[in-house]
């Protein structure tokens, strides 16, 4: 008797995965292959942060939402990994769809490794990062060479919950784009300004390139300030470096003003 893992007949083999990168929300960000991949599938399985709209890409595929979020209930990754596989197994084409760049902070590691274990093929298709899109949002250029010579994409948090080496990433003189880090933002400026100035620049941009996108320019003496509104639920990315100062003067007026000490330089202002 077959089982969920036993390929149908009739369909196309090998079987394949494609990993695909839904960028930062806004759905015009999607590239011309994402599309063309979409319009293929038979099954979807989306994460939570990309919009539910994506799906009329693919309108005769089955869409399945497999959302993580932090601090909130989300689908075990092991699941999902066997999802991919099942329906892979049957000869569906199936569409991993994952917010921002699939190869950036979004397990695709794991992924890989399990669907070539199970002598699956596994595609990527290459996205726009929240990162790159809060940047465009800013107007500012991530690696300027008047003020740093690269940047370094880290995580406010270690896979075992701990703290990454804020000395050595201040010492590597890049700018930091740090990701999943709203509800330590307060935690991780106070922890950075033990190796950095006070006045380093500081921007935070939350939901880059959606409609409820906003933005907040500070610095580490600020950032505490700053952390006390922000929505710790949505998805954001922490510039911190001398570049992200370029953004001063250049941003939209502001809507709301956050609560900050008005003599700090970059007034912490969120701009919607």
Request: charged letters at 20%.
């Amino acid at each position: 008797m077959p089982t969920h893992d036993t390929p149908t007949p009739g369909r196309r083999a090998p079987a394949e995965v494609v990993l695909l990168s839904a960028g930062p929300g806004a759905l015009d960000l999607l590239t011309l292959r994402a599309v063309r991949e979409l319009e293929a599938a038979d099954v979807l399985l989306v994460d939570e942060l990309v919009d539910p709209a994506i799906a009329g890409f693919a309108p005769g595929a089955r869409l399945i939402r497999v959302g993580k979020r932090g601090g909130c209930r989300s689908t075990p990754q092991a699941f999902i990994c066997r999802l991919m596989r099942r329906y892979a197994l049957r000869g569906l084409r199936v569409a991993r769809v994952k917010g921002g760049d699939a190869l950036l902070f979004g397990r695709a590691g794991e992924e890989i490794a399990f669907l070539r274990a199970a002598g699956i093929e596994v595609r990527i298709v290459n996205g726009v990062s929240a990162g790159f899109a809060a940047a465009a949002s800013l107007g500012v250029s991530l690696t300027h060479r008047d003020h740093c010579h690269g940047i370094t994409f880290v995580t406010a948090h270690t896979h075992d919950h701990g703290e990454p080496d804020w000395a050595a990433l201040a010492a590597t003189g890049t700018t930091l784009a740090i990701y999943m880090g709203m509800r330590r933002a307060g935690a991780l400026g106070a922890a950075l300004r033990r190796h950095l100035p006070a006045a380093t620049p500081v921007a935070i941009v939350q939901s880059a390139s959606r409609p409820d996108e906003l933005r907040w320019l500070t610095t580490l003496a600020g950032l505490e300030d700053v952390a006390d509104v922000l929505d710790p639920g949505a998805p954001g990315v922490i510039f911190v470096g001398e570049a992200v100062g370029e953004a001063s003067g250049r941003l939209p007026r502001p809507a709301v003003a956050a609560r900050a000490d008005a003599d700090l330089r970059g007034e912490a202002l969120a701009f919607a």
